[in-house]
């Protein structure tokens, strides 16, 4: 996805926000495994990468939101039922007892990725959907390399055909479509969105 703001899209939420320290000891999970929700308490993410999912009347996964190190994630954010709080990596955490406020920053952050995912999943055309959804990727998890923004989660065709409402196949399809068209480099050992690419979606925004 792509922010809907003007900001560089370097800069636009891609700091993990500041949450006040806690002493409680870290859990490490494995990819695949989910994070227990008891109550109100909240996980604080210290290293790898989530995925909320809920599902339809189906039993087919639908991913509301995506977090990674710095990120808070608990029913009181969440507020849908039924949900999972999935990993997609390893993931390092540390449960907390619920906060009598929540940071304006934590909500803030919530409303700003609800909107950029719901604007991606809004485009009518599927390739524009998944090029914008792992450009939304690269700027919010991705670090910085001399080609462009490396992605560090590795996120299955499949995830990313659940986050678009697509299929797996389609997915692998345009993927190698996106390589031969030099817009990315993308495989099982690195995901790499070229500069040139940010820049021409970031402008095609700002353009509409």
């Not at 006040?20 to 109550?39: D, H, N, Q, W, Y």
């Not at 001399?146 to 995830?159: C, D, F």
Request: with cysteine; net charge positive; charged share 15%.
């Amino acid at each position: 996805m792509l922010q809907i703001s003007q900001k560089p899209l370097s800069q636009t939420l891609s700091q993990p926000i500041a949450h006040p320290s806690f002493s409680a000891p870290k859990v490490t999970f494995k990819r695949r495994e989910t994070l227990p929700i008891k109550g109100r308490a909240l996980w604080k993410i210290h290293a790898g990468f989530v995925r909320i999912i809920t599902w339809d009347e189906e039993g087919y996964v639908i991913p509301v939101s995506f977090w990674g190190p710095g990120s808070l994630v608990g029913t009181e954010l969440i507020l849908m039922h039924p949900y999972e709080i999935q990993c997609i990596t390893s993931v390092s955490a540390e449960q907390m007892s619920s906060l009598s406020q929540l940071p304006a920053n934590v909500m803030v952050e919530q409303t700003h990725q609800a909107l950029a995912l719901l604007r991606i999943l809004h485009c009518r055309h599927i390739d524009c959907r998944l090029l914008q959804f792992i450009g939304w990727l690269a700027n919010r998890f991705g670090h910085p390399v001399p080609e462009g923004r490396l992605i560090p989660m590795k996120i299955t065709h499949q995830e990313l055909a659940d986050a678009i409402g697509t299929t797996r196949v389609t997915i692998t399809r345009f993927l190698k479509q996106f390589e031969i068209d030099g817009l990315m480099q993308w495989s099982a050992k690195s995901r790499v969105v070229y500069t040139s690419t940010l820049h021409r979606m970031q402008a095609s925004i700002l353009l509409r």
